[in-house]
């Protein structure tokens, strides 16, 4: 069995502005940049104290991600500058992608870098995943820690989700591919840093990503897990959530649904509907 020395996260954080749009039916705009913070923090502190997690890499420009850097493994990561400097060496292939501090690492670029069109959300968000990607690789080049993609609306993320996708690389390598509720998105890729997976976040990401490792002959596996599978996008997700059991809760998330005035805990097991809009 294929043993593990670490992993390197990724870890997209959305701006407040844009955060959970498609909750603006049922909360505010401040209330899904609490939410969606919230839940943040709770997969942050469940990636942290993970023995085999050795950084977790936030993606984002909006101020407020420098608030949930502040915590042992985690640094903050420029989109905008990180793009750009892709974008630089895409350019210029003999060009190494320089790290926070501007010095120079080997080249360990690929020649086929297809771009994503960034007119889209998701393709921008490919495209910044593959950028991060590479910049791993530019600053670690002869690390052999995996590498986890993760979504940070996941609030019932436990270290036990985190092992199972492990367990499933250590079977048989290639890809590990974490499934949404649905069993058509993709909340988690786990894979080696010599993949260099084409991502295909968006909708039907989940046969997008296992078509990808067929066609090139890889082993990939598929996980569907409540942990990972509950991401909050919907009110369909968001009434989910207040019907699991307070303990399978996040504790930033719990503590700000019950602050929040959305639940109460009186003498149920799940949490209750108060006031949402």
């Not at 499933?168 to 974490?178: F, I, N, P, S, T």
């Not at 989940?206 to 090139?216: F, G, S």
């Not at 082993?219 to 942990?227: E, F, I, M, N, Y």
Request: one cysteine or more.
């Amino acid at each position: 069995m294929t043993t593990v020395s670490g992993i390197q996260v990724l870890l997209p954080i959305k701006p407040p502005g844009t955060a959970k749009s498609r909750l603006a039916g049922v909360l505010d705009a401040s209330q899904r940049s609490g939410l969606a913070t919230a839940m943040a923090q709770d997969v942050i502190a469940q990636l942290v104290l993970h023995p085999l997690v050795t950084r977790i890499n936030l993606l984002s420009d909006h101020p407020g991600a420098a608030t949930l850097a502040r915590v042992p493994k985690v640094r903050l990561v420029s989109e905008n500058l990180l793009l750009q400097r892709d974008d630089g060496l895409a350019a210029n292939p003999s060009a190494a992608v320089p790290e926070a501090s501007d010095r120079a690492r080997p080249d360990r670029s690929r020649p086929d870098r297809s771009r994503p069109d960034r007119s889209r959300p998701d393709h921008n968000l490919n495209a910044l995943l593959a950028a991060a990607c590479r910049q791993l690789v530019q600053e670690h080049p002869v690390d052999d820690s995996l590498i986890l993609v993760l979504h940070a609306d996941l609030p019932l993320l436990t270290a036990a989700d985190i092992d199972a996708a492990v367990d499933c690389y250590r079977e048989q390598q290639g890809m590990v591919v974490a499934t949404d509720s649905a069993g058509t998105g993709t909340n988690l890729l786990l894979f080696s840093p010599g993949l260099e997976p084409r991502f295909c976040f968006g909708p039907g990401s989940r046969e997008a990503h296992v078509r990808w490792a067929q066609k090139r002959n890889l082993p990939v596996q598929v996980l569907c897990r409540p942990g990972l599978a509950l991401d909050i996008d919907t009110s369909d997700d968001l009434d989910c959530l207040l019907q699991m059991a307070p303990a399978s809760v996040g504790e930033y998330t719990r503590h700000w649904l019950t602050a929040a005035g959305f639940v109460q805990q009186p003498r149920t097991n799940t949490f209750t509907l108060r006031n949402a809009r």
